[in-house]
C-alpha cells in the first residue's frame, strides 16, 4: 500500500467505514484547533472504499488461517462462523483453498456429531428412556439435523403414551416440559392430565406447542409461540 493508504487500512482494519469517518472527523476538529489544514472526507472516503475488499479479504484470511492452525481445539460455531463469513469477501485463490480446507473440516467433524446424536437417539428409544430421547430431538448437532421419520413416529408414540392422568406428576411435568422445547411437538397427543393445580397449569400454558392439551381441557387451541431465539452474542475483535 501506498504511504497515504496505510493509515485508512489501518482505519478499516479497526472498525471499517465508520471507523475511517470517524478518525477523519476527529483529525479535522484537531486542524481547526490548530489552524491547519483539513482532510476532504470524500478524498478518504474513495480510498477507504477503494481498499475496503482487500481488509474484508485479508481479515477473512487471518480469521481461516488461525481457525485451519487450532484445529480441533476449535468450538464448532466458531468454525463455522469463519466458513459462513467467507461470503462476505471476494477470495483469491489462496482464500478459496483455505475455504476448502475449513469446509471439508466442518463437515467432517459434523458428520461425526450427527453420528454419534443418532446412536444415543437410538439407544435411548431401545432402553425406552423417553425423557432422554426428548433431550436428544431438542438440542441436535445442528440446525439441519432431522430426526428419522420412524424414530418421530415412535417418540411421538412413547410420550403420548406417557402422558397420562396417572402418571406421575414430576414425571409427566418433565416430560411436557421436554416436549415443548422439540419439533414433535404438536404430534403428541397426551392421554390425560394428572389431578394437580399445577400440572394443569402446565397444561394450559403448553396449549400452544401441544394443541391437543387444548382439547383434554375443552378449550379454543391457541396459536402456536413464537420461535425461540437464541440472542447473539456482539461480536469482538480479536488482535
Do not use: C
Not at 476527529?26 to 482487500?54: F, M, V
Not at 440446525?143 to 396417572?166: F, G, I, K, Q, Y
Not at 416436549?179 to 394443569?200: M, W, Y
Amino acid at each position: 500500500l501506498s504511504p497515504e493508504q496505510l493509515p485508512v487500512a489501518e482505519q478499516l482494519l479497526r472498525g471499517g467505514m465508520p471507523s475511517v469517518r470517524a478518525a477523519v472527523a476527529e483529525q479535522n476538529k484537531n486542524a481547526a484547533a490548530q489552524d491547519r489544514p483539513s482532510i476532504d472526507p470524500g478524498t478518504i472516503d474513495r480510498i477507504a472504499e477503494d481498499l475496503l475488499p482487500k481488509t474484508t479479504l485479508a481479515m477473512w484470511k487471518d480469521r481461516a488461517a488461525g481457525a485451519l492452525g487450532a484445529g480441533k481445539e476449535l468450538r464448532l460455531r466458531d468454525l463455522r462462523a469463519v466458513v459462513t463469513s467467507a461470503k462476505t469477501a471476494t477470495l483469491d485463490d489462496e482464500a478459496r483453498t483455505q475455504l476448502k480446507e475449513l469446509q471439508t473440516a466442518l463437515t467432517t467433524r459434523l458428520e461425526i456429531l450427527r453420528t454419534q446424536w443418532t446412536e444415543k437417539l437410538d439407544g435411548a428409544m431401545k432402553s425406552h428412556n423417553v425423557a432422554e430421547a426428548l433431550r436428544l430431538v431438542a438440542r441436535p448437532p445442528d440446525m439441519s439435523t432431522r430426526v428419522s421419520s420412524e424414530t418421530a413416529t415412535a417418540l411421538v408414540a412413547a410420550v403420548s403414551a406417557a402422558l397420562t392422568a396417572e402418571q406421575d406428576v414430576a414425571i409427566w411435568t418433565e416430560l411436557v416440559n421436554l416436549t415443548v422445547e422439540t419439533s414433535i411437538r404438536r404430534n403428541v397427543k397426551p392421554l390425560g392430565i394428572p389431578s394437580d393445580d399445577a400440572a394443569k397449569a402446565l397444561a394450559i400454558k403448553s396449549a400452544g406447542a401441544i394443541p391437543e392439551f387444548a382439547k383434554l381441557l375443552g378449550m379454543r387451541v391457541p396459536p402456536p409461540p413464537p420461535p425461540t431465539r437464541t440472542p447473539r452474542r456482539p461480536a469482538t475483535r480479536r488482535a
